[in-house]
């Protein structure tokens, strides 16, 4: 399957073992979503429970919302990451204080889905990498799938959850392939080895832990054994599982496209320094998008972490 096709085979399995569950959003319902993620649910399951929504992200969020305080399980999609500045008000008012503010009467088990980050050549506003602006929220949980098979069982774990999930689709791999099982597993939190190694760590998520496996792989010509740590769960972050990475190759860097100022990338910092100051060899290093809005497509070769400045940080970390 590709990813596009793991995360179509998750939600007809959600809607099919979960008759609360409900899709909803911006053309997801006749046209089957602008990536065909929802391509084929309208026809199967109804009108009733996958349909369309006006183009208004703060309605969609908000729907969301009074779905689930009556008892429903909705899954709304944000067409894509640059639309999701109108339905903040909702997103961090409303579904991220819910459960908190009713003192657990009012669980929130909405997945918010939005394909996100870059790497499609989209126009301005159509990609961005919000996470840092979703993991500072209180109330939310975040994850980024890298894979097929991650994207299929992700998914469904954070459907099945009574919290509200930002789920960050990878817009770049939506077309990547590789064998999917279909079975939701028992390691679905926290994050993941992608690769072993032993002279550093590299912690990325999304499209980036691809990019970094390719590091990993032309290092490896030279003998470098680079160890890839794909994070998944941004918010809550795994920690004793990238400690136990950082802890064991004793450096650190930190991919990820969204600016490098007030990124992800410093909250992980933070925890490497925290937990293992005395066991670095070097300083933590970071490899990031530059601090500017996310340029429209003709530029993003130029903004997204590519192969050379990768290596260039492994150099600078391997000194």
């Known amino acids: 399957m590709s990813m596009q096709q793991a995360l179509n085979a998750a939600l007809a399995d959600i809607l099919d073992t979960d008759p609360r569950a409900l899709i909803f959003g911006e053309d997801v319902g006749r046209l089957g979503g602008v990536f065909r993620v929802t391509d084929g649910l309208r026809q199967r399951f109804g009108a009733e429970r996958c349909f369309d929504t006006p183009l208004a992200e703060s309605a969609i969020v908000g729907m969301a919302v009074g779905l689930a305080m009556n008892g429903w399980h909705p899954l709304p999609e944000i067409q894509f990451d640059g639309f999701s500045y109108p339905a903040m008000n909702q997103i961090i008012a409303q579904l991220a204080r819910m459960n908190y503010r009713s003192r657990g009467h009012l669980p929130m088990p909405v997945t918010l889905r939005i394909p996100s980050f870059g790497g499609i050549r989209a126009p301005e506003m159509h990609g961005e990498s919000l996470e840092a602006l979703f993991a500072q929220v209180p109330g939310l949980k975040v994850v980024a799938p890298a894979t097929p098979q991650q994207a299929y069982q992700q998914l469904r774990h954070a459907a099945a959850l009574p919290d509200p999930v930002i789920f960050m689709e990878p817009k ?127 530029l993003e070769d130029e903004y997204l972490p590519n192969v050379d400045r990768i290596l260039f940080g492994v150099q600078r970390l391997l000194g």
């Open 172 to 298: 770049a791999r939506y077309w990547q392939r590789e064998t999917v099982q279909r079975e939701v597993g028992d390691d679905c939190e926290g994050a993941r080895i992608a690769r072993h190694g032993k002279h550093a760590t590299l912690i990325a998520w999304g499209a980036m832990v691809a990019r970094c496996l390719e590091v990993a792989d032309m290092a490896a010509e030279d003998g470098v054994e680079l160890e890839v740590l794909d994070l998944r769960w941004l918010k809550p972050i795994d920690t004793d599982r990238l400690i136990a990475s950082v802890g064991k190759t004793r450096r650190a860097l930190i991919v990820h496209e969204s600016p490098c100022a007030g990124g992800l990338g410093a909250e992980i910092s933070a925890l490497i320094n925290e937990h293992c100051f005395g066991q670095l060899r070097a300083p933590v290093e970071r490899v990031t998008g530059f601090d500017v809005p996310y340029p429209a497509g003709e």
